[in-house]
């Protein structure tokens, strides 16, 4: 289940990255919230879990509502995008399974891959909606890479990422030229 | 109890102040109501004791304490003597919420907490508009954001001993994203207003941040701290290099100020990267100077440096052996702790600090220059401000005590 779990939050940040739509920004939060949740619950999280898919979940609505109607996924030169997906992927993979041991390798890979693919769609020219999107699944992505550690976050962290999360979602940003 | 209320009363002030904005005076009463009421509860709080009300354990360490109350008593000065061209009320609003975030950052138990606070301050700034785009707004925090949660994965993963130091790049570079030194210097707009520029994270949330990071990478990465401190001097005397020569040489007065920021901060983060009680001491006594005098001069110097009113009176000339750290002034007793501190450790490094330190002159009278002639508010505001750091030289003890040290 967690392998499972951290594909789909990789493919929904990969989506996040690929996509220019509300639909297909929706369709990645949508991933990467059920990705993480479901680390979470393999990891016994059921409360941290919970919350995720709460905070989550108001992302999604509000990303359904608001931005450019259409799926937009893969818009003409999109290739660098394209490369950019599979190679912090396939990054990810090696340092989560090869450079780092021990137990949680699909934690670990779905936390590096989506913090390093939503980093690389805010940090580069997007424009707001899709940046407030990768920042969502950013502040989810804080959380589940406190899991890493054997101990794990607790509840609290995961709550806080949700709330973040679903608040980010709800600010309104003015200025569109996205430079 | 006091975290708590240290972030969510200022926090209710910000709020009120923003809700209330149609109505001025009516914001700025409930604002300062609250503003006081949460610095009250940091000024009651027990440093080092955890309070877990919320289900978080939030915790107050002594250094971090010291400098909130040194944030609030800054907004407190820049608020009750703001220019004439400056609304209380914004300044309050803005205030309070960075405040309320600072307080957060400092009583966060684990990074991951901290991490989630600056993400939502950069946000929120990066969201109110001004005459940066919303990308670049957020670059530098969210850069920030991103190396600091790596650093946090590679602290925690189990493997090669090489991933420590990994984390330990990532806690230094994070840091440095989020203040907006070198390497990762924030895009400045000289014409933008203070509270959306970059000025808040280098003069009134890095402080905080700085503090908080660096204790938490103590916690994470105890077997690194050498390489830690020796990537924070490095970085420290690069800033103290370029901070200075910039701030000589732009053309722009604002962008001179912004520089001179950078060079103070090269000088704390070579005082926190020594890693003894004296370079510890002097990083702490510049963070004062940081936030308690070169911040409200900033300030008080917009207007006349918008006019274009350069002035060569006592009042600028005392601001400038200020900003450049003369005696009596607290940047002269944190010049001799560092360099005390350096010899300490290896002199060669206290040769090269005292050499840096010979570059503070020239920027030094050019921004006491451009203070203008002061008058009424903004010549209180300039006397307040050095009056408090005179005593800070004069009497660092009390002030190192507060923070612990």
């Given at each position: 289940m967690s392998t499972t779990a951290a594909f789909a939050a990789w493919i929904g940040a990969a989506l996040i990255v690929l996509s220019e739509g509300r639909r297909g920004l929706a369709l990645g939060m949508a991933l990467v919230t059920l990705g993480f949740a479901g680390l979470a619950l393999a990891a016994g999280q059921v409360e941290g879990a919970v919350a995720l898919v709460a905070g989550g979940g108001v992302a999604v609505v509000q990303r359904l509502r608001s931005g450019k109607d259409a799926w937009g996924v893969m818009p003409p030169g999109s290739t660098a995008r394209v490369v950019l997906a599979a190679g912090v992927g396939l990054l990810a993979l090696w340092i989560s399974t090869t450079v780092m041991s021990g137990p949680g390798a699909s934690i670990r890979f779905a936390a590096l891959s989506v913090l390093g693919l939503t980093a690389a769609r805010v940090l580069t020219p997007s424009d707001p909606p899709a940046v407030m999107t990768a920042l969502a699944a950013l502040a989810l992505s804080v959380a589940v890479a406190a899991?890493?550690?054997?101990?794990g976050p607790g509840p609290a962290v995961y709550v806080l990422a949700a709330i973040v999360a679903g608040g980010i979602s709800l600010i309104q940003v003015s200025e569109f030229d996205g430079a | 109890m006091e975290p708590e209320l240290a972030v969510g009363l200022p926090a209710i002030g910000s709020v009120c102040a923003a809700v209330l904005r149609a109505r001025p005076r009516a914001a700025l009463v409930a604002a300062a109501v609250f503003g006081l009421l949460g610095l009250a509860a940091v000024v009651l709080s027990s440093p080092g004791v955890t309070s877990n009300q919320l289900g978080i354990g939030l915790s107050l360490s002594p250094e971090s304490r010291a400098l909130l109350i040194a944030a609030g008593a800054a907004m407190a000065l820049t608020v009750v003597l703001a220019p004439l061209a400056v609304e209380r009320a914004i300044l309050l609003t803005w205030g309070l919420a960075g405040l309320a975030g600072m307080a957060a950052i400092a009583a966060a138990g684990s990074l991951e907490i901290l991490i989630l606070v600056v993400l939502v301050l950069a946000v929120l700034q990066a969201s109110a508009g001004g005459s940066r785009s919303f990308a670049t707004r957020l670059r530098g925090p969210v850069l920030a954001v991103v190396l600091l949660s790596l650093a946090a994965v590679c602290a925690r993963a189990e493997g090669p001993v090489f991933l420590q130091r990994f984390a330990a790049v990532g806690l230094v570079a994070g840091l440095s994203a989020a203040v907006g030194t070198l390497p990762y210097m924030h895009d400045f707009d000289p014409n933008e207003r203070t509270a959306t520029s970059p000025i808040p994270w280098i003069a009134f949330i890095g402080p905080v941040l700085a503090l908080a990071v660096l204790a938490r990478a103590r916690e994470l990465i105890p077997s690194e701290g050498g390489d830690l401190g020796a990537m924070m001097i490095g970085l420290g005397l690069l800033n103290v290099v370029w901070g200075n020569l910039a701030s000589w040489r732009t053309e722009n007065g604002a962008a001179a100020w912004h520089y001179s920021f950078i060079a103070d901060w090269g000088l704390v983060l070579c005082g926190l990267g020594l890693a003894i009680a004296d370079g510890q001491r002097a990083a702490i006594l510049l963070l004062y100077g940081i936030v308690l005098s070169r911040l409200p001069l900033y300030l008080w110097s917009r207007q006349s440096l918008r006019e274009k009113r350069p002035n060569d009176r006592p009042i600028n000339l005392l601001a400038a052996a200020m900003l450049a750290g003369a005696a009596p002034f607290a940047g002269f007793a944190a010049r001799v702790l560092l360099l005390r501190g350096a010899t300490q450790l290896y002199w060669p490094l206290a040769l090269a600090i005292g050499l840096g330190l010979l570059l503070w002159l020239p920027p030094s009278l050019r921004l006491g220059r451009s203070l203008g002639l002061p008058r009424g508010r903004q010549a209180w505001g300039i006397g307040v401000a050095l009056a408090v750091n005179v005593v800070i030289g004069l009497y660092p003890q009390p002030f190192l005590a507060l923070a612990g040290l």
């Open positions: 899991g890493v550690a054997g101990t | -």
